[in-house]
């Protein structure tokens, strides 16, 4: 996959770039490529941000700004999913991520807090996705939830069987997986389960299933 995100700080994702399980398939399954608005913006200064129109706080990215970044990557309108971090998105939920995890190729848009010139949502961006209602002050966290989301489902980002089960996927219903217990076995009289000490995989794995929430 193809993954290009476009942000006005490029190196807050270094730290992203060197954990599991974006560091395993990167430069494998997946080819990051990270691009500055600053860099190409058409306004003095690298400017890319300005007052919104009818007054407030804040400052909101300008659709030249970005028009002129999307231009000078792709030469034009690009042909893969262009997905703007927005909290006026559709909820990130675990059968999204499995649905952008099949693309081939996604562009991902950021920016400060709400703050998109809303004709970047309506004609640049052909989806806009939201990690939670709230407000943050970093909007490059959405891109970086999303990015490490999308990492772990593409093939060799977690070992053979880690991904059985895993909570919120269609195998579950959607729904959490299975309680965990570790080593031990019996800690201030709080105990592991006896079936998953027994030993039969068909009554641990009968188990675990009766136990998804």
Known sequence: MQLDVFTLVPHAFAWLTE??????????????RLFSYRDHSPLRNGQVDDEP???GAGMVLR????????????????????????????????????ELAARE?????SARFEGFDERIVEHLATDAISIGPYVLSNGDLPAMVLLDAIA?????????????????????????????YTRPADFRGWRVPDVLLSGDHARIEGWRREQVR
């Open 19 to 32: 954990q599991r399980p974006v560091a395993t398939v990167l430069g494998a399954e997946l080819d990051l």
């Open 53 to 55: 129109y009818g007054g």
């Open 63 to 98: 659709v030249d700004v970005v028009a002129a970044a999307l231009d000078a990557v792709y030469g034009g309108v690009p042909s893969q999913p262009v997905i703007a971090l927005s909290p006026q998105g559709r909820p990130l939920t675990q059968r999204v991520v499995e």
């Open 105 to 109: 190729h996604l562009t991902l848009l």
């Open 152 to 180: 772990r489902r593409l093939p060799g980002a977690l070992s053979e069987g880690s991904g059985e089960l895993e909570s919120f996927s269609e195998e579950l219903g959607g729904g959490l997986e299975y309680p965990h």
